[in-house]
């Protein structure tokens, strides 16, 4: 057999097999999954590593990571699996957060130029080592990286599920990402684009719900919290739950900027944002 007609052979069982997982609803399918429906399409445990190893090589597979594989491309006739759903597969458990989440609520215009995954300090998460260092990046998937922050279990909460395409994902809900920002800006973008998604979500703002979350996490996040809705025209009589809570010294309001500026006693923090100015 020559080696074109060999390609064409490949080609032809690992489009049968990756149709025959799509069609029982398997996207991201792992080496096992494969060898236990190879053989209704004809192909042999010892052929299998070839076929997938030519379905990678012509695209139309990505690897996630070892023995695990995402549907990529639609020369298979299916539809390639999201961003979003292969970040469902390298952590448990996980949604995606902070700017993904900023973006996909439409609470920034702003595109990351990574996915970001909100997970637990229980999981494991795959990591690539940066060169000539021993620190760690995030980790790539088909020219996407994925950027894991781990939180407390008591702190994985907030979280809805979405329909992207024909999969199903977990991402931190408006509010819960807007507090993360407080906590993180850094990984939103900055302080200025929380402030600014507080402002363009103010009007569908769940005041009850964010106060609740916002009380179940630290002092800080509660008084910045307190400080941006006053800012974004919120009253006062509808923030006690949060001006009540004791705070023994004045919190940064940006904590990712120098601790200076003028300080606001009534929500005991100090006004660091070196952004644009907020009246």
């Known amino acids: 057999m020559s080696s074109s007609e060999k390609n064409v052979m490949n080609s032809n069982l690992g489009i049968a ?6 069609s029982e609803g398997i996207r991201i399918f792992t080496t096992k999954q494969a060898r236990e429906l190879a053989p209704v399409v004809g192909v042999s445990e010892e052929y299998l590593g070839v076929v997938l190893h030519h379905l990678e090589k012509k695209g139309w597979l990505i690897r996630v990571r070892r023995g695990l594989y995402a549907i ?65 990046s995030g980790y790539t998937v088909d020219k996407v990286t994925y950027q894991f922050i781990k939180v407390k279990p008591d702190r994985f909460f907030g979280i809805e599920k979405i329909w992207i395409g024909d999969a199903r994902v977990f991402i931190t809900d408006p509010e819960r990402t807007l507090l993360d920002g407080l906590m993180k800006p850094r990984y939103c973008g900055d302080f200025g684009e929380i402030f600014h998604a507080f402002e363009v979500r103010k009007n569908q703002l769940d005041l009850d719900k964010i106060i609740d979350y916002a009380l179940k996490l630290d002092v800080s996040t509660i008084k910045r919290l307190g400080w941006v809705l006053e800012k974004i025209g919120i009253e006062k009589g509808h923030l006690t739950r949060l001006a009540k809570i004791p705070a023994s010294d004045y919190r940064n309001l940006d904590p990712s900027a120098p601790k200076r500026g003028s300080c606001n006693r009534y929500w005991m923090i100090q006004e660091n944002f070196l952004g644009r100015t907020v009246s």
Do not use: C, D
């Open 17 to 22: 097999l990756v149709r025959k997982l799509y």
């Open 72 to 136: 990529a491309s639609l020369e298979t006739g299916e539809n390639p699996v999201h961003e979003f759903e292969v970040a469902m597969f390298l952590a448990k458990p996980a949604a995606i957060a902070y700017w993904s989440a900023l973006n996909h609520h439409g609470l920034t215009e702003q595109i990351p130029r990574k996915v970001f995954v909100l997970t637990t300090m229980q999981s494991s998460v795959p990591r690539e080592k940066v060169k000539g260092s021993n620190t760690q």
